[in-house]
């Protein structure tokens, strides 16, 4: 079987997927040392500078955090680092948006004017906290915002220095990084500076948040979770070890990567009051105390899977048919609990392909989640209705706003009249070529172990398609373990199948075309 032939090159398959996509092959394995310079980040001496004074002056300083994976992964990849110095007067307090609106409010600020906080670090968000910053400042605390959303330059908070590589001449070359990405940029460039080195770890957390944040898996967030995936071996963390005593064996890259998504969705359960997170105390935690926090985060996570799903069998009878070119919905009788209107909103756009907002009554104002393909931007959707808003903030393509009830009809007719004037037309949903064309002859269990090279798959970096012809699903399931879903596999029938990587040795068949039909 081996020989010269091109087709039994091991790298054959993953060369084609490269051009075709145009990756540098080249590139798939590089490591830390091709990240920007984290000086490029524009006012990042000053935040530093900040930080290291309150640190060399014992000041008392708290991270402000946010309730979602991205947001406590930045949380605790800023606390870690603080514990590896030595400073012992930083606390943090992760806000439950199911308890006041994002961003710093009313508890937070009373947590610390009662704390007698002298610097807030806020990581994941702040961008567009106004107004509690004004209040901070007021206390004679200095704030120092950390976030990755997008910058809205009129309303750009009064705190002592900004790092988001969103800003405007911010000369950081690469963009969508997760709040836990800027978050990680910043404990590395303090590391630098104390001549103190950030722990393997801490790329761990990044990656994980990452992933639930869906940045793009490109740039410089492929670097982070493939410098884990290549030096995993080399992991020392006590919650890391916690964790894979309770999952599968790790066996290979894609093992690794599939247990970063577990963690993120595990991390997701345990919103709690006064700044507390169940996430967060299992982090810091060690013996019985973590093993309980972790069954905690367990049973909240087994209850949301359950709602999720009836959330789901809700979109699907209200999307049934539906046939426009923007989805509104209001869910008047209140069927979606608040902390899944985002993901509901996610369910729809994946179905429906376009963009898709979800609102609903939540503490006596109406909330709304909004997320959208290519070619429409969520937060310039809302800013141009925000003269109707409380607030509102995001990303371009997932983004949330507050309203007082009776400005709903206000919004809502300033809502259409945007779409009227932004939607293009051509909504239809674009069919993807596959990324590569082969026979079966071509098609190996070498090559095709050789893509877990293009670990990890993300947002612009998907799992690749493979289109085999001339195939028999009988010969296919000989050399790998196939999975199908719902899709029916008939068997005895020559055709073409359409394939996802799943595994180095799991196939998934995304549909079979029998020969026959295609004539
Ligand atoms: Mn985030």
Redesign the pocket.
């Known amino acids: 079987m081996v020989g010269a032939h091109p087709d039994s090159d091991p790298n054959s398959l993953l060369r084609q997927i490269c051009q075709k996509r145009g990756i540098d092959q080249d590139g798939l394995s590089v490591g830390l040392e091709t990240l920007p310079d984290e000086a490029l980040l524009a006012n990042i001496n000053s935040v530093a500078q900040r930080i290291s004074r309150a640190m060399f002056a014992n000041e008392p300083t708290v991270i402000f955090g946010?309730d979602?994976p991205?947001?406590i992964t930045s949380t605790y990849v800023m606390y870690q680092f603080f514990n590896s110095c030595g400073y012992q007067r930083h606390n943090y307090f992760i806000p439950n948006r199911n308890l006041e609106p994002h961003g710093i409010q009313e508890g937070f600020i009373r947590f610390v004017r009662e704390g007698g906080y002298k610097l807030v670090i806020t990581v994941?968000n702040g961008i567009s906290s106004y107004g509690g910053v004004e209040k901070l400042n007021a206390l004679g605390c200095e704030v120092v915002i950390t976030d990755?959303?997008l910058v809205q330059p009129e309303t750009l908070p009064n705190a002592y220095a900004i790092l988001n590589p969103q800003l405007p001449g911010c000369q950081y070359p690469f963009k969508p990084l997760?709040?836990v990405g800027v978050a990680l940029m910043l404990a590395r460039w303090l590391g630098r500076s104390l001549e103190h080195q950030v722990p393997l770890s801490s790329y761990f957390w990044t990656a994980v948040g990452s992933i639930a944040?869906k940045v793009p898996m490109t740039g410089v967030n492929r670097t982070i979770v493939r410098h884990v995936i290549n030096h995993w071996d080399d992991m020392n963390d006590p919650s890391v070890d916690f964790l894979m005593r309770n999952h599968k064996r790790i066996e290979n890259d894609m093992d690794v990567f599939n247990f970063m998504q577990y963690t993120s969705r595990l991390i997701a359960n345990g919103r709690e009051s006064g700044g507390q997170h169940t996430a967060m105390r299992f982090l810091l935690q060690m013996g019985d105390a973590k093993a309980e926090l972790f069954q905690a985060m367990e049973a909240k996570q087994k209850k949301w899977e359950g709602e999720l799903n009836r959330v789901f069998n809700i979109l699907d009878s209200v999307t049934a048919g539906f046939s426009s070119n923007a989805f509104i919905y209001f869910d008047d009788e209140g069927v979606i609990p608040y902390p899944l209107l985002g993901t509901g909103a996610t369910y729809v756009l994946g179905k429906l392909g376009i963009p898709a907002i979800l609102l609903k009554q939540h503490n006596g104002d109406i909330v709304c989640e909004g997320r959208c393909g290519e070619g429409f931007n969520m937060v310039e959707a809302f800013a141009s209705c925000k003269e109707h808003l409380k607030q509102f903030g995001g990303h371009a393509k997932a983004a949330g706003f507050t309203l007082e009830p009776h400005n709903y009809d206000a919004f809502l007719e300033c809502y259409n009249h945007y779409l009227a004037g932004n939607l293009s037309h051509n909504t239809e949903p674009i069919q993807e070529e596959p990324d590569a064309c082969l026979t079966l002859d071509q098609f190996t269990p070498d090559n095709w172990r050789g893509l877990e090279l293009l670990l990890p798959f993300g947002q612009q970096h998907p799992e690749p398609r493979i289109l085999v012809e001339n195939v028999r699903l009988e010969e296919l399931q000989k050399l790998f373990m196939l999975e199908h879903g719902s899709v029916s596999l008939p068997l005895g029938q020559t055709g073409k199948a359409l394939l996802h990587w799943r595994s180095p040795k799991q196939v998934r068949v995304l549909s079979f075309e029998p020969a026959d039909s295609t004539a």
């Open positions: 946010h979602d991205d947001g994941d990755h959303h997760a709040g944040d």
